[in-house]
C-alpha cells in the first residue's frame, strides 16, 4: 500500500510561481513507482498536467502546460516536484499526484495509475 500527501498550493496571482510536492510512504520503494500529475477543475473532467518515470528519465506535459511546468522527482526523499511558472486562471483546479508501481512509465491515461493523493488547491487569480 502506497500513501501520497500533495501540499504547496495556494492562491496566487496570474503570472506567479508554485511548487508542488507529494511524498510517497509506506510499503513502498518509491523509485519502482511511475508517477504523474493530473487536475480537476470545478465542473469539469480530472485531466492530465505531468508525468515521470520511474528513474525520471521519461517526462511528458500536456499541451497548455508544455513549457511553463517541469514535474521532477527526488528519490532520496520519497518526493515528486511540479514546479509551475508563469501560472495562468485557467489552471485554478484540484492538482492530484498518482502513482503506478507496474510500469517503468505510465503516461497520461489515469486509469494506468492505481494509488492517488487527496489533491492540492491551486487557485490563481487574474
Known amino acids: 500500500q502506497v500513501q501520497l500527501v500533495e501540499s504547496g498550493g495556494g492562491l496566487v496571482q496570474a503570472g506567479d510561481s508554485l511548487r508542488l510536492s507529494c511524498v510517497a510512504s509506506g510499503r513502498t520503494t518509491f523509485s519502482l513507482y511511475a508517477m504523474g500529475w493530473f487536475r480537476q477543475a470545478p465542473g469539469k473532467e480530472r485531466e492530465f498536467v505531468a508525468a515521470?518515470?520511474?528513474?525520471?528519465?521519461?517526462?511528458d506535459y500536456a499541451a497548455s502546460v508544455k513549457g511553463r511546468f517541469t514535474i521532477s522527482r527526488a528519490g532520496a526523499k520519497n518526493t515528486m516536484y511540479l514546479q509551475m511558472n508563469t501560472l495562468k486562471p485557467e489552471d485554478t483546479a484540484v492538482y492530484y499526484c498518482?502513482?503506478?508501481?507496474?510500469?517503468?512509465?505510465?503516461?497520461?491515461?489515469?486509469?494506468?495509475?492505481?494509488?492517488w493523493g487527496q489533491g492540492t488547491q491551486v487557485t490563481v487569480s487574474s
Open positions: 515521470i518515470s520511474r528513474l525520471g528519465v521519461t517526462t
Open positions: 498518482a502513482a503506478d508501481p507496474t510500469q517503468r512509465y505510465a503516461g497520461s491515461f489515469s486509469s494506468q495509475y492505481d494509488y
